[in-house]
């Protein structure tokens, strides 16, 4: 189970931090890539951040490009926690925030959360 938070109504410009923290039975968290996706109003949902576990303590971060510099995906795999730090928010940042799960690669995903909104108001 995947459980999103930290969505709520921003300004332009704030910086707002989502968590997902994943209830895995038999599974070892740190060994899974996870994501961010999100949904807009209107429009299909699209990737926005994974880790990907590389071996070791090693992990290697995607983002879609419009989004690099701005956002910034990590984890605290004793909390079974990931995070999206979003900065310089802009209105067209506002959707539903989505975290997922996958296995050794960046896609597909096998799991996703109920999302948790994010709305960045002008």
């Known amino acids: 189970q995947l459980q999103a938070s930290g969505g709520g109504l921003v300004q332009t410009g704030d910086s707002a931090t989502l968590s997902c923290t994943a209830s895995?039975?038999?599974?070892?968290?740190?060994?899974?890539?996870m994501g961010w996706f999100r949904q807009a109003p209107g429009k299909e949902r699209e990737f926005v951040a994974a880790l990907r576990w590389g071996g070791s303590n090693v992990y290697y971060p995607r983002y879609t490009e419009s989004m690099k510099g701005r956002f910034t995906v990590s984890r605290d795999n004793a909390k079974n926690t990931l995070y999206l730090q979003m900065n310089s928010l802009k209105s067209e940042d506002t959707a539903v925030h989505y975290c997922?799960?996958?296995?050794?690669?960046?896609?597909?995903?096998?799991?996703w959360g109920k999302g948790t909104q994010v709305t960045v108001s002008s």
């Open positions: 895995l039975s038999g599974r070892a968290f740190n060994r899974l890539t």
């Open positions: 997922a799960k996958g296995g050794g690669s960046y896609f597909p995903m096998d799991y």
